[in-house]
């Protein structure tokens, strides 16, 4: 089992990525899972053709520890097992503690053996990185970490804290980075940006990904851009994002 777990700021494109890199896989062959943490709890939608899941903490909320380990991880397109962590009640309780508790309720309903995957994805908010946010970097979940970024300045300022955070946990049995993933936004020096940035934390860039107004018309139809144009070049970038993962 590979557990990868993908950061960023807020809106730079993490779950339509890990989405379409989750579908390349599975349509590989490989057993994929995909948990969303993110109190939005949207990472799985397009997955799941636009119908909400139950998340883990509302599930907790309601039913406590008396619920099965199907409630909460559903099938959805090309096979990926999909779960999202969910937040807490607006104005009441930590996001980043409702992570951990998501996870921790993850693991104690043997989601992971009961699915058995070859790949687990972890789509992680990564504007602040506290604690709770910092969960699936932790020893026993994942084994890897890749950032999301643009050329866009806030993006670059936001992948620089995370990796700032990986590095701080070196020495820990943390996950370690594996390098950063560019969502192409055109704006300008933007691969030079992002260069810099690897050469500060000592990471290179694994894949990018150009700006395709197929993703915005597959999102909106609710389905990746791996279902609804399989035959586009922009879907190609994402089988071999995918590739470089393998």
């Given at each position: ?11 730079i494109?993490?779950s339509?990525?890990?989405s ?10 490989y057993?994929?899972m995909q948990?969303?943490?993110?109190p939005k ?31 909460i991880a ?6 990926v ?16 503690r ?14 992971y053996?009961?699915?058995q995957?070859d ?11 506290c ?12 084994d890897?970490i890749?950032?999301v ?40 020096r ?14 290179e ?6 700006f ?21 070049a922009?879907?190609?970038?994402f ?8």
């Amino acid at each position: 089992m590979k557990k990868i777990a993908v950061y960023g700021k807020g809106g730079i494109g993490k779950s339509t990525i890990v989405s379409n890199m989750a579908v390349s896989l599975a349509q590989q062959g490989y057993r994929v899972m995909q948990i969303g943490c993110d109190p939005k709890a949207d990472s799985t939608i397009a997955l799941r053709h636009g119908e909400p899941l139950p998340t883990v903490l509302e599930t907790f909320r309601e039913k406590k520890d008396a619920f099965e380990a199907e409630e909460i991880a559903r099938v959805g397109y090309a096979g990926v097992v999909c779960v999202e962590a969910g937040g807490p009640i607006p104005g009441m309780g930590c996001a980043g503690r409702g992570i951990i508790t998501a996870l921790e309720k993850i693991e104690a309903k043997g989601i992971y053996e009961t699915c058995q995957p070859d790949f687990v994805f972890y789509d992680v908010l990564g504007d602040v990185v506290c604690g709770g946010f910092s969960m699936p970097m932790r020893s026993g979940y994942a084994d890897e970490i890749y950032i999301v970024s643009s050329g866009e300045n806030m993006s670059v300022y936001a992948a620089a804290n995370i990796a700032t955070a990986i590095r701080n946990f070196q020495g820990r049995g943390y996950a370690k980075l594996g390098g950063v993933i560019v969502n192409r936004r055109n704006v300008k020096r933007e691969m030079e940006k992002v260069s810099e940035l690897c050469r500060d934390f000592e990471t290179e860039i694994v894949g990018a990904v150009g700006f395709s107004e197929l993703v915005q018309e597959a999102e909106e139809r609710h389905l990746t851009l791996m279902e609804a144009y399989p035959e586009s070049a922009a879907a190609e970038e994402f089988r071999q994002l995918a590739s470089r993962m393998l």
